[in-house]
């Protein structure tokens, strides 16, 4: 009985640590299947995104950071979610339209998903749920996770903070010089 309690736990210590951030499904913009595994080692922007928000000239922000460290192992990472407001509630083609003929958007969008409830993806358990290091329900469109190379978040920053601010700025440098 004792060996079959460890082998148990050591299966299921096996297939959590198995699951990662990269390795959940996701579809991208285009509804084709992929994961975050092209992204691997590389520090990634998560951001939860509107096109009839307030907030939605953070795209321009989003991208000019983008462009400016994409070269250094940096990535902006879009997910439209019409969870806020309805403020979302375009097509996946009207969303890619908008985005790249209004701010040239170039980084990859994905798959509208909920980040939020009873529906909330698993990519957002993962990053906001109860054993996440920054807890809690995403709160309003342009919510941003900053993860480090080693897939874990290192900071949650404020749909209101733009990518600009001093303070997302220096946490981009820090994780991007952090080996």
């Known amino acids: 009985m004792k060996t079959l309690t460890l082998l148990a736990t050591l ?23 992929t994961t975050l595994k092209e992204h691997k080692g590389k520090v990634l922007m998560i951001v939860n995104v509107a096109s009839k928000c307030g907030n939605t ?3 321009a922000g989003l991208q000019s950071l983008y462009e400016k460290n994409k070269d ?8 439209p979610c019409n969870q806020f407001g309805g403020q979302e509630p375009g097509s996946n ?26 529906k909330q993806h698993a990519l957002y358990k993962e990053l906001s749920g ?5 807890p809690g329900d995403v709160g309003w469109n342009f919510g941003k996770f900053l993860v480090g190379r080693d897939g874990k978040v290192v900071k949650r920053i ?22």
């Not at 404020?158 to 080996?179: F, I, N």
């Open 93 to 118: 083609d009207q969303i890619k339209d908008f985005c790249t003929s209004k701010y040239a958007v170039t980084f990859p969008m994905y798959d509208k998903l909920d980040v939020k409830g009873a």
């Open 72 to 79: 250094k192992g940096f990535v902006v990472l879009g997910f």
């Open 158 to 179: 404020d749909p209101r903070t733009k990518p600009d601010a001093p303070e997302v700025v220096k946490a981009v440098d820090e994780a991007l010089a952090a080996k």
């Open 11 to 33: 299966l299921l210590t096996t297939m959590l640590s198995a699951q990662s951030l990269y390795d959940i499904p996701l579809k991208d913009i285009n509804g084709k299947d």
């Open 130 to 134: 109860p054993s996440a290091p920054f």
């Open 57 to 59: 000239p953070q795209y």
